[in-house]
Nanobody, 122 residues
């Protein structure tokens, strides 16, 4: 039906940068909000950043000024540019999309990617 596939995670030193990508594919009519969430070991999943179809963005306080979310609607892709990474940014990062599959209904569903590991360590 619909798949979200993340890429771009890895190991980076404190102060470094990474760029995550998430491509949605399958039966898609339109994508409303897209976002990134993360889950560190022993912690609950938390919102990192979201972006609406009108490209209105929202960020967690912990990443404001360091992370930037963007999207390419032609490619059904959302990005997360992460700069000035800290050890506390270490987590599995998940992509989320609110997707409308069919033109004949306004119904939308949440879809999640499988996650990509980001490790910030020296």
């Amino acid at each position: 039906q619909v798949q979200l596939v993340e890429s771009g995670g890895g190991l980076v030193q404190p102060g470094g940068s990474l760029r995550l990508s998430c491509a949605a594919s399958g039966r898609i009519f339109s994508i409303n909000a897209m976002g990134w969430y993360r889950q560190a070991p022993g912690k609950e999943r938390e919102l990192v950043a979201t972006i609406t179809g009108a490209e209105i963005t929202k960020y967690a306080d912990s990443v404001k000024g360091r992370f930037t979310i963007s999207r390419d609607n032609a490619k059904n892709t959302v990005y997360l540019q992460m700069n000035s990474l800290k050890a506390e940014d270490t987590a599995v990062y998940y992509c989320n999309g609110l997707i409308r599959q069919y033109s004949w209904t306004t119904a939308r569903s949440d879809y999640w990617g499988q996650g990509t590991q980001v490790t910030v360590s020296s």
